[in-house]
């Protein structure tokens, strides 16, 4: 059965949970809050995950504009666990692109950093709510294919996502260098220009 959490400001990171809350509650809870897709679920809901010798859905014209992207999770456990408060695990979704060799970028930008893609706080192997990806085995990878020009743009948003704020720099560059020959390589360099006024 589901839980129901009622946060409380005075009570940081926590929330009370009810272990058999009224089923009235939940449905009207989750009428009101219907689950949102993360920047993971929405990603891997655009590609095919078959494998690496798989393509995604869209016609690659050119091998040169496509990349292999091996995204896992981890799970880290809530450090200070008790039987009052719904454990706080920490889930995080991770990627690593890898950009084939024929491409024509330079070696040293052949493989990205990692990256943190999600990150979600709870108990989320026994919430049906979660992202899908948290019910992957964890530290297992799942590799697909997709277009370079997509993969880097959206490297590009995640550079400034909080979870990478330590690599932000080193991933915006990596993203900036994977993008020469695509699509979005002007709108890596418009925005190079107007950081560095």
């Given at each position: 059965m589901s839980r129901?959490?009622?946060?409380?400001?005075?009570?940081p990171r926590r929330a009370f949970c009810f272990r058999n809350p009224?089923?009235?509650?939940?449905?009207?809870?989750?009428?009101?809050?219907?689950?949102?897709?993360g920047p993971g679920d929405l990603w891997l809901q655009s590609v095919d995950l078959l494998g690496v010798e798989s393509h995604p859905a869209v016609e690659i014209k050119k091998p040169q504009e496509e990349v292999i992207c091996e995204m896992w999770m981890t799970?880290?456990?809530?450090?200070?666990?008790?039987?009052?408060?719904?454990?706080?695990?920490?889930?995080q979704l991770f990627v690593a692109i890898t950009i084939p060799i024929d491409s024509g970028l330079d070696h040293s930008h052949r493989s990205s950093p990692i990256i943190v893609v999600e990150t979600q706080l709870g108990d989320l192997?026994?919430?049906?709510d979660?992202?899908?990806?948290?019910?992957?085995?964890?530290?297992?990878?799942?590799?697909?294919?997709?277009?370079?020009?997509?993969?880097?743009?959206?490297i590009g948003l995640l550079s400034a996502y909080r979870a990478n704020k330590r690599a932000e720099a080193e991933i915006w560059s990596w993203a900036a260098a994977a993008s020469v020959g695509t699509a979005v390589q002007?709108?890596?360099?418009?925005e190079s220009s107007a950081t560095s006024t």
């Open positions: 129901m959490y009622i946060i409380d400001n005075s009570l009224p089923l009235k509650a939940i449905r009207s809870v989750k009428a009101l809050y219907p689950k949102k897709l799970i880290e456990a809530d450090p200070n666990p008790d039987d009052f408060f719904a454990p706080e695990d920490t889930y192997k026994n919430d049906t979660a992202p899908s990806w948290a019910k992957w085995t964890p530290g297992k990878a799942i590799r697909f294919v997709d277009l370079r020009d997509g993969v880097v743009a959206v002007p709108g890596f360099s418009l």
